[in-house]
């Protein structure tokens, strides 16, 4: 049995997330459920509440991996939260965790994800117009290595396809 894509969202927490990013990282949620992924947050709120809400709206498995060393502070919409106790060090779990990085407005907590996963060589795709660092990583490199170009999509829609799409041709 194949293993399930793991797709990341990563973006503003519930302090500083625009209301479009918000319904944006839902029809994320919903997409990344509809196309049989698993979708994997910071598992808070904001845009990782807002992914997890959609996922969950459109029948998905969704799993929460928080900074804090109690479950109860995990979003609503988390089937599995694991709790770190470790705070920002967490963001490299989440990104370890991906098999393709969706990236939503967001601020520094989402710079630290995204590097983590470029690092890692792991697909980031940034939600262009949603602003934050998704719009400022958005077509660029994140050094001059240039090993893994953050992609840039205009839709929630196109960027998971995008994502899916990049997973799939890591796997040849």
Same mark, same amino acid.
């Given at each position: 049995?194949?293993?399930?894509?793991?797709?990341?969202?990563?973006?503003?927490?519930?302090? =500083?997330?625009?209301?479009?990013?918000?319904?944006?990282?839902?029809r994320?949620?919903?997409?990344?459920?509809? =196309?049989?992924?698993?979708?994997?947050?910071?598992?808070?709120?904001?845009?990782?509440?807002?992914?997890? =809400?959609?996922?969950?709206d459109?029948?998905?498995?969704?799993?929460?991996?928080?900074?804090?060393?109690?479950?109860?502070?995990?979003?609503?919409?988390?089937?599995?939260v694991?709790?770190?106790?470790?705070?920002?060090?967490?963001?490299?779990?989440?990104?370890?965790?991906?098999?393709?990085?969706?990236?939503?407005?967001?601020?520094?907590?989402?710079?630290?994800?995204?590097?983590?996963?470029?690092?890692?060589?792991?697909?980031?795709?940034?939600?262009?117009?949603?602003?934050?660092?998704?719009?400022?990583?958005?077509?660029?490199?994140?050094?001059?290595?240039?090993?893994?170009?953050v992609?840039?999509?205009?839709?929630?829609?196109?960027?998971?396809?995008?994502?899916?799409?990049?997973?799939?041709?890591?796997?040849?």
């Amino acid at each position: 049995m194949a293993r399930l894509k793991q797709i990341l969202i990563i973006g503003s927490g519930e302090d =500083h997330c625009s209301e479009p990013a918000y319904r944006a990282a839902y029809r994320i949620g919903v997409e990344v459920a509809k =196309h049989g992924a698993v979708l994997i947050s910071g598992g808070l709120g904001g845009v990782m509440e807002a992914a997890s =809400h959609g996922a969950k709206d459109a029948g998905g498995f969704t799993i929460g991996i928080i900074p804090y060393d109690d479950k109860s502070k995990g979003n609503a919409y988390c089937d599995v939260v694991i709790p770190t106790g470790l705070g920002y060090a967490r963001d490299f779990l989440t990104a370890y965790s991906a098999d393709a990085v969706i990236i939503v407005e967001g601020g520094v907590g989402t710079l630290i994800e995204a590097a983590a996963a470029y690092e890692k060589k792991i697909p980031l795709v940034a939600l262009k117009g949603s602003g934050g660092t998704a719009d400022r990583l958005a077509g660029t490199y994140l050094d001059d290595r240039k090993t893994e170009p953050v992609q840039a999509e205009t839709s929630p829609e196109e960027a998971v396809k995008r994502a899916l799409s990049l997973i799939e041709s890591k796997a040849l």
